[in-house]
């Protein structure tokens, strides 16, 4: 049984919407059925430009036909698309599910249906757990309404977190192999990094790795620093490492906020030495090495940047999603944060909030791919509504709305290597389709503006939307009370 993961960090350091059953046998989501998207505007993603007054023809579960054409297949579900946008599928890169830790998966079903309802159609789960991979096969055969399922491997880190750990120790070189061939035995999608990774086992996952085809992903230790990073092409969650790099040399420090190291009052003194002229330099290196970077700027922002209150967080839509046990635990070490004794200091927390804002641009204008991730859920962040706040902090970071989009959708597909399946919207494409009532082109708080969303096929208007998440939202607010 294992703690979110802010919540085991905090304690190391500081100490159709409504769902018929369906007849046996048959998958009540599979890709079936004709559907025409008409007189909308597409935002197709393949560049940027929106096609106006189009039809969009999809059939079991493909988009067959983009046209001007008004004329439509016989028996087609004809939805209204005037006034209206048409955007591929979101995709979150950085999430979790309850069942990461010690709470049982008896909502995981559920949380997958929110991200839905919020557009997400595809997503990647980012400490794999076996439920995991029954999660992405039963997703794919249609069996439950979800996005389509990326899953990491069970994260690996040096030591264990106690009774509470669910992934590998990779504490020598002979555990970092042995646990890269597990991974990938189970079938798992990636090798996920986190903690106290020494140089040598970092360099026999990347070996290992590399013999067993799986990528690898996750955080940065200062044991192995970017530099060597860089050399690997390991795609980096959270921009770990990057403050670091930032350090002058003779300041005799090497360590700042990354990673478990937020939480240490002291070294947020280290923000103060960092150099920002190095930052363009910086980004051409990281860009050169691995193009992709999930930077995870809204969850980071509001746990160590500005904050957020009780009255703030009691009034989001996701709230109602937020077990009350674990709306308790995740108190305690916000609380103790923020305390006085630990704070360190508005100048020293927006300083940080800007730094990551400016690492992100250079990124990106070094001809990065920015990827969207929510990192929920975290510090009162739920999945689905958090990606959308993502895309806003990427906007506020200096990204264009063109560019923002690009990151939660054909950027992610790229990434996966699946550009040819999903991620724009163009014949052939898996229909995976968000409706949105304003164009996020002109403001990307539209992104929240759903009218209707299309996974794998499968159509879910605003009003089933609404009624589904009233039906699982009385589940959540007392899951897992003891």
Do not use: C
Not at 134 to 139: C, G, H, I, M, Q
Not at 246 to 263: D, E
Not at 301 to 321: C, H, M, N, W
């Amino acid at each position: 049984m294992k703690k979110l993961l802010f919540l085991i960090l905090f304690k190391i350091v500081a100490l159709s919407g409504h769902v018929y059953p369906a007849p046996a046998g048959v998958s009540p989501f599979a890709s079936n059925g004709t559907y025409a998207f008409t007189n909308v505007s597409v935002i197709p993603m393949d560049r940027k430009r929106i096609l106006r007054n189009r039809t969009v023809i999809v059939r079991d579960g493909v988009i067959t036909k983009i046209t001007k054409s008004k004329k439509m297949p016989k028996g087609a579900i004809v939805i209204d698309g005037t006034g209206k946008y048409l955007l591929p599928g979101f995709i979150d890169m950085h999430t979790h599910l309850f069942s990461d830790y010690e709470f049982p998966d008896s909502l995981a079903e559920d949380e997958l249906k929110i991200m839905v309802a919020n557009g997400v159609t595809t997503t990647r789960l980012m400490i794999g757990v076996p439920e995991h991979l029954e999660l992405r096969a039963r997703s794919a055969a249609g069996e439950i309404l979800a996005p389509t399922i990326y899953a990491a491997s069970p994260q690996f880190a040096g030591r264990s977190f106690g009774d509470i750990y669910n992934g590998y120790v990779v504490a020598n070189e002979k555990q970092a192999r042995e646990s890269v061939r597990k991974a990938k035995a189970a079938g798992y999608d990636f090798i996920k990094l986190t903690f106290w990774i020494s140089r040598t086992v970092y360099d026999a996952v990347i070996d290992e790795a590399g013999k067993n085809n799986i990528r690898v992903i996750g955080h940065v230790d200062a044991q192995v620093g970017i530099d060597r990073v860089f050399e690997t092409g390991q795609q980096i969650e959270h921009l770990d490492g990057y403050f670091e790099a930032l350090i002058p040399k003779s300041s005799g420090s090497k360590i700042s906020t990354s990673g478990v190291n937020v939480w240490n009052p002291k070294v947020w003194e280290s923000i103060d030495l960092l150099d920002e002229t190095k930052i363009p330099e910086l980004a051409e290196k990281s860009v050169k090495a691995n193009p992709y970077s999930v930077p995870t700027l809204t969850f980071l922002k509001l746990a160590f940047g500005v904050g957020q209150t009780d009255r703030e967080i009691a009034s989001r839509p996701d709230y109602r999603f937020l077990p009350k046990r674990i709306r308790d635990e995740m108190a305690g070490p916000r609380n103790a944060f923020w305390s006085k004794a630990r704070n360190p200091g508005e100048k020293r927390r927006m300083r940080y909030v800007e730094l990551r804002n400016k690492i992100t641009k250079a990124l990106h204008d070094a001809g990065g791919k920015i990827l969207a991730g929510s990192d929920a859920p975290e510090w009162f962040l739920l999945y689905g509504f958090t990606l959308h706040r993502e895309l806003e902090s990427l906007s506020q970071a200096g990204l264009s709305n063109y560019a923002v989009l690009e990151s939660t959708t054909r950027n992610p597909a790229e990434f996966f290597g699946a550009i040819d399946k999903f991620g724009t919207v163009e014949k052939g494409k898996r229909a995976d389709l968000v409706l949105l009532e304003s164009n996020p082109l002109a403001n990307i708080a539209n992104t929240k503006k759903i009218a209707g969303v299309m996974v794998k096929g499968n159509w879910l208007p605003k009003d089933e939307i609404d009624k589904m998440l009233d039906e699982i939202a009385p589940k959540f607010q007392t899951a897992f009370d003891k």
